[in-house]
């Protein structure tokens, strides 16, 4: 299957400090993005936490009973970014692989903080471009 790339992001209030610290926790992630039910690391019990960091791995459980493993495979803190690679497990595992990276910048605006959130998704193209709309709105809900 043919491998495609987009970009997508969004602007919004919150600090970008807030924002990574959204980012930073798994545990979190499902209180900005919609789409997802609970997020497990590997090697973290429940009720646990563990701050982002590349080589981290587990699983997201996601509406409609899908289900991806992870692996995070790079985490620049002071930069705001990270990369991580998704694996489809459920409801048939597949063999797409989705590579993504984010990135968080503050935007200078007179009237507060503004910050820009981005996203650079490459997988098979009818993947990418069918999550695009669900990352942009995800991206947004994470700005807010």
Known sequence: MRRSEVW???RGPLPVDEAW????DPSRWADWAP???RVEVDGVSAGGSTRLHAGMSGRVH???GLAVDFVVSAVDEPARTWSWTVRLVRPVPGPFRLDLHHTLVALPDSTGPLTEAGLVLSGPAPVVLAYRPVARWALRRLVS
């Open 62 to 64: 996601g509406t409609l």
């Open 21 to 24: 610290d959204r980012y930073a």
């Open 35 to 37: 789409h997802l039910r």
């Open 8 to 10: 997508t992001s969004a």
